[in-house]
Structures are given as structure tokens and as C-alpha cells.
């Protein structure tokens, strides 16, 4: 038998070989009063999830409630905001001033590396900006409570992460959910045909880390995934960054055409590079080297014909003549 701790963790575990097979088992010490026998993989990978879960958060934290209130009315503003990534010298956002209020879509198109995402994690506090402030409602963000101000946004980043669990717990990142309302979510976000086909619905296992039934997605299936949690949070702000990338044009020409249906009154920021998806917002700002350089309606942006807006729309052109048109 072997005892020891997870390098870099406060996880325990005692090591046994198996009788017969010449396999070891483990048995982990939590610390929270359980022990429990398993797998040498599942072992490492709740070690690494548990480490994870128990990472300081080192964010300024404010004492304002951001409770959902019930006017629904919300205004974001960003006023002069520069940022650089910790240990970088060059400036990611460069004097960014943009405002909108709740109920309007929102898009934001650029160029890769324009600053899109970084925007986003701006917007919800993944980082704070190097200089410059985001109100809400007039308020720099910073002086709202961080977990209150946070459950205001609904977002699926480009790089989500799905869990190695039941896809109804995936959805609602909890293990006490409403069943009906994770179906609708999925259902809008255009997963109803791949759950009917799922062995146990709901209660179907994500991928095989933990359970040997589990099932594989596929990149778009997990994108409707994401969007569905997205849905589920039913958060007032709603952010998809790239929400179509690994969908196929069926599955992307639902989802547009079902956006305003999808969102509702909620206030959308969409970032796309895909041009003729962001038709449909009321405002589309354009980003270029960490900057916003164009706002306005498609209309607006297009009539400039020396604008950033109007040449990468010409670049895409090709595309939506072809197979997009029909769908916007
Ligand atoms: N974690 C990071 N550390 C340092 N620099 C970063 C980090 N993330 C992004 N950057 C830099 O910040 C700039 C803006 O990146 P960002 O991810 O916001 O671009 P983007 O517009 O979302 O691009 P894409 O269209 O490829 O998603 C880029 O120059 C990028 O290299
Ligand atoms: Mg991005």
C-alpha cells in the first residue's frame, strides 16, 4: 500500500494493488470527511477538478447587490477602457468606448486578434481593465458584489468546456434542475433530435470519463450544448462569442433564424466573424487592433465604402451570395 498527496493539491490517496488482476485501485481522502474508491484516471481527474475548484479568486470584490431587477433595465458602458493581458506589453483593448442598454443586440465583428473576446472577459470580470472604467447602470462594475454582478450574464465563450457528466447537469451546472425547462433550453438551442436519441435522455453521461456508456458530441453538438446553458440561466445579458463556429449551415440557419425568438428581450452582445449573422442586431461594432474604429446599423456601416466594415463584408461577399442570403 502506498499513501501520498497529489503533487501541488491537498489531495490525499492511498495507493493498493489489486488481487488478481495486478491493477491498483485508490481510495481518496477529500478532507471533507469521506473517503471514496477509484480508478486511477478518474482519481487524477476529480484531483485536478477539486484543485481547480479551489483556486483563490483574487478579484477586487465590491459590497453593491446587482439583484435581477424586475424593470429589467441595464445599462453597460465602457468608457476609455485600455487593457493588457498580465505579463504582456502590448495593449489587447486600446481606449475603448462603447455603451448599450438592455433589449439590444449587440454584434461585435473584427478581424482575429481585434479584441472581440477580450471585450467579453472584460465585461464580466475575468479581468479588470489597466486603465479606464465599465459601469453598469453608471456604477463601475467593480463596486458590485462579484457573484451577484456575474449572475447577470448568460455567456459561451468560444472555448467552453462541457463536464464529464449527465447532460441535463450540464446544462444547468447542478444536480437539482428542472427537467422540463433543460429540455425546452436544448430544444431551442436545436439539440431535440440528438436527445430523443440519447440511451438515458437527460441522464446521459458526457463523454466515457466516468461512465463507460458515456456518449461522445461532436463540436457542434456541444456548441448546442453550451447555448442551451447559456439558455438555462435565463440571465438578463446574453453573450455567444462565435456561438455557430462548428455548427454545419443547417444547424447554423436554425439557430439565425430562431435568434431574436432564442434571446427574446434579453440584451444580446453577439461576436461573429461571419458578417451576414450580424444583420439582424440593432448595433454592430467593429473592432481593429484592440479598438472599436465603426459603430452602427448594417445599413450605416456599409454605406462607408472606405470603412473596416464595408471591406470585410466585400472579402465575405462570396459566401453569402452563394449559400447564406436565404438565411438572414
Ligand atoms: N491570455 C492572453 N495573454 C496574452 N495575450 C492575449 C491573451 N489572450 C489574447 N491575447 C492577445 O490579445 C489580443 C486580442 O485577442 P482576442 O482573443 O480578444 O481577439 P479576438 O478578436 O477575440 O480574436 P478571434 O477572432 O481570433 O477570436 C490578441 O493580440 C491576442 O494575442
Ligand atoms: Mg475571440
Not at 85 to 102: E, H, I, M, Q, R
Not at 163 to 174: D, H, I, K, Q, W
Request: charge should be negative; hydrophobic fraction near 35%.
Amino acid at each position: 500500500m502506498n499513501i501520498g498527496r497529489y503533487e501541488n493539491s491537498n489531495v490525499d490517496f492511498m495507493e493498493f494493488n489489486t488481487v488478481g488482476s495486478g491493477g491498483k485501485a485508490y481510495i481518496i481522502d477529500w478532507g471533507f470527511g469521506g473517503i471514496m474508491p477509484y480508478s486511477l484516471d478518474i482519481a487524477r481527474f476529480l484531483a485536478d477538478t477539486f484543485e481547480f475548484l479551489d483556486y483563490p479568486n483574487n478579484m477586487y470584490q465590491g459590497s453593491l447587490t446587482t439583484e435581477k431587477r424586475s424593470d429589467t433595465h441595464y445599462e453597460v458602458e465602457f468608457r476609455d477602457v485600455s487593457f493588457k493581458y498580465p505579463g504582456s506589453d502590448n495593449y489587447a483593448l486600446k481606449n475603448v468606448n462603447l455603451k448599450f442598454t438592455v433589449g439590444e443586440k449587440l454584434a461585435v465583428v473584427g478581424m482575429n486578434g481585434s479584441g472581440k473576446t477580450t471585450f467579453i472577459k472584460l465585461l464580466c470580470r475575468l479581468y479588470d481593465p489597466t486603465e479606464g472604467t465599465i459601469l453598469l447602470n453608471g456604477i463601475d462594475i467593480k463596486k458590485y458584489r462579484y457573484d451577484e454582478y456575474m449572475n447577470i450574464f448568460s455567456i459561451v465563450f468560444q472555448d467552453f468546456k462541457l463536464f464529464a457528466m449527465p447532460l441535463g447537469e450540464n446544462v444547468a451546472t447542478s444536480s437539482d434542475y428542472d427537467r422540463d425547462e433543460v429540455t425546452r433550453c436544448l430544444e431551442k438551442a436545436g439539440f431535440a433530435d440528438r436527445l430523443k436519441r440519447l440511451p438515458k435522455g437527460l441522464d446521459t453521461f458526457l463523454y466515457k470519463k466516468l461512465d463507460k456508456e458515456g456518449v461522445e458530441v461532436s463540436g457542434g453538438e456541444a456548441q448546442k450544448i453550451a447555448l442551451a446553458r447559456a439558455l438555462y440561466k435565463d440571465a438578463p445579458f446574453v453573450i455567444l462569442d462565435e456561438p455557430t463556429a462548428a455548427l454545419d449551415p443547417v444547424a447554423e440557419a436554425e439557430i439565425y433564424s430562431k435568434f431574436n425568438d432564442i434571446v427574446g428581450d434579453k440584451t444580446a452582445v453577439y461576436i461573429s466573424h461571419r458578417l451576414s449573422s450580424c444583420k439582424f442586431c440593432d448595433e454592430i461594432a467593429v473592432f481593429h487592433e484592440g479598438g472599436v474604429i465603426q459603430k452602427g446599423t448594417h445599413e450605416q456601416l456599409l454605406a462607408d465604402t472606405t470603412g473596416k466594415y464595408y471591406e470585410l463584408w466585400n472579402a465575405q461577399a462570396q459566401y453569402y451570395n452563394d449559400d447564406v442570403k436565404e438565411v438572414c
